[in-house]
């Protein structure tokens, strides 16, 4: 067993990524339900969300069934960070996480995100204010550093793990890398291994598939994984991870009923949560990732993009069905997006 502070989960758990415009509660559920055995929500503005401003209070929506789950917030200041993590202490999830490692320019420009990978000592402020300000067990994930120059993660791990967090994920890259390369876990094994540390190390980077993961948990000997990209249109990833892991055997691919009927719940729990309009211009951006390996889909995902109406889009999910009902979709490592600046999710 894998304890964050009183949080107790299974050997070797799997966690969902924080993704935003990703890991919302539908997202969130259909992952739950396919085996991940920790959330997260997107990442939440702390300045944002002391303003009060309705999109990051929507984002602080979490459901009794996704426990344990976990709301991350970012910010550069301590006095933002501190406040908005009693608010999400109020909120009650099972634990709050720092984000201390997304690239994007506009976040690393407010002194926020990775962007306090490059002053340490700063970094160990904006923990220490969350951990004093909350009752939650507070958990950080960040990247192995800035550059290539300044790769500082073991120092990062030891001082943010003397400040209090109760566990620690780790992205295998540095900020300048955005999403490019490949993720190196080498330095995730070094501060696993390191005697001093005694949180657990989470890893994260790139894992499409059970034989990576478990490969990755073997050479790094990490307490867990992390999975961010490879769920998005193919949740099963993480049961298939989990029974490989188990018992070095490969679980069948979903069916495409499967895929079909895991589409439409989450569309289902889409529209319940965002409403008919949102909840439907939400699920756009997935249907193309659930159909993923179908040959000639174009038309059938011009039709599911375009249509408004929920029953209209499930009666050309069910169409689908029909149509593709002898063609075995191909079992392949799941191809990974490189996000750069903007992601386009
Ligand atoms: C669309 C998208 C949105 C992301 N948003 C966040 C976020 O809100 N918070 C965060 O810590 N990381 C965020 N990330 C980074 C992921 O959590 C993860 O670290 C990264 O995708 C690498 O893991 P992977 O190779 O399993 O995808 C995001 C990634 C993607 C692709």
């Avoid at 984002?59 to 993590?85: H, M, N, T, W, Y």
């Avoid at 700063?122 to 220490?128: D, F, N, P, Q, Y």
Wanted: proline content about 6%; some cysteine.
């Amino acid at each position: 067993m894998v304890k964050i502070a009183n949080i107790e989960l299974p050997d070797f758990p799997l966690l969902l990524a924080p993704m935003e415009d990703v890991t919302d509660p539908p997202f969130r559920a259909v992952c739950k339900e396919n085996g991940a055995d920790l959330l997260y929500t997107e990442f939440i503005s702390s300045a944002g969300l002391i303003r009060d401003a309705i999109k990051c209070k929507r984002k602080l929506d979490i459901f009794d069934q996704e426990r344990p789950v976990g709301i991350q917030i970012f910010g550069g200041d301590e006095e933002s960070l501190s406040l908005a993590s009693r608010i999400v202490d109020i909120t009650n999830p099972d634990l709050l996480d720092i984000n201390f490692g997304c690239p994007v320019k506009g976040v690393v420009a407010q002194g926020a995100g990775s962007g306090v990978l490059r002053d340490i000592d700063l970094m160990v402020r904006l923990t220490a204010a969350c951990v004093k300000s909350t009752s939650l067990p507070v958990t950080v994930k960040t990247r192995l550093g800035w550059d290539e120059d300044s790769m500082n993660i073991e120092e990062v791990a030891e001082r943010l793990q003397d400040v209090g967090i109760a566990a620690l994920s780790i992205h295998g890259r540095t900020r300048m890398q955005m999403y490019k390369g490949e993720a190196d876990w080498t330095l995730i094994g070094k501060v696993k291994n390191n005697p001093r540390i005694k949180i657990p190390i989470f890893g994260n980077g790139d894992i499409n598939t059970p034989q990576k993961a478990l490969e990755y948990k073997n050479r790094y000997g990490v307490d867990g994984i992390m999975i961010g990209r490879a769920a998005i249109g193919y949740p099963w990833i993480f049961r298939e991870v989990a029974h490989y892991v188990k018992t070095g055997e490969t679980l069948a691919p979903p069916t495409l009923a499967e895929r079909v009927a895991v589409c439409k719940y989450h569309l289902q729990k889409s529209v319940a949560w965002k409403g008919p309009k949102a909840g439907i211009y939400d699920m756009r951006k997935h249907y193309f990732q659930y159909l993923k390996g179908l040959p000639n889909i174009k038309t059938y995902r011009s039709r599911l993009v375009l249509s408004t109406d929920p029953a209209e889009i499930e009666g050309v999910l069910d169409e689908i069905l029909l149509a593709y009902a002898d063609y075995e979709i191909p079992h392949a490592p799941i191809e990974l997006v490189n996000y750069h600046e903007n992601c386009p999710m």
